[in-house]
């Protein structure tokens, strides 16, 4: 069992930046694929970057590619996610997940465990 709570999220000007953090709690963490969804008001859930357990595989959506960094810190038991150059289509809740396997994964079902979220908002 694995406890996700996410942080960082606020209000950013387009061209800004922000760091998500998402501490886990539980037993063997550093066993975990993590990854960052988003879900914006009427949209389904998105897929946005994902690391696998010892941070060796990482994969992004293609919409953030080049502004997104996915990071952890197994002896933290936190992964992060780096946004730069934030635009207003950013604007979403991100939730942070996590699941079993050996590489970094773009779909929800891979996914067990999954924080409450925390809202990111983009003016323009």
């Known amino acids: 069992q694995v406890q996700l709570v996410e942080s960082g999220g606020g209000l950013v000007q387009a061209g800004g930046s922000l760091r998500l953090s998402c501490a886990a709690s539980?037993?063997?963490?550093?066993?975990?694929?993590m990854a960052w969804f988003r879900q914006a008001p009427g949209e389904e859930r998105e897929f946005v970057a994902s690391i696998s357990w010892n941070g060796g595989y990482t994969y992004y959506a293609d919409s953030v590619k080049g502004r997104a960094t996915i990071s952890r810190d197994n002896s933290n038991n936190t992964v992060y996610l780096q946004m730069n150059s934030l635009k207003p289509e950013d604007t979403a809740v991100y939730y942070c997940?996590?699941?079993?396997?050996?590489?970094?994964?773009?779909?929800?079902?891979?996914?067990?465990?999954w924080g409450q979220g925390t809202q990111v908002t983009v003016s323009s």
């Open positions: 539980g037993r063997a963490f550093n066993t975990y694929t």
């Open positions: 997940a996590a699941g079993r396997g050996n590489y970094a994964y773009s779909t929800t079902r891979r996914y067990d465990y």
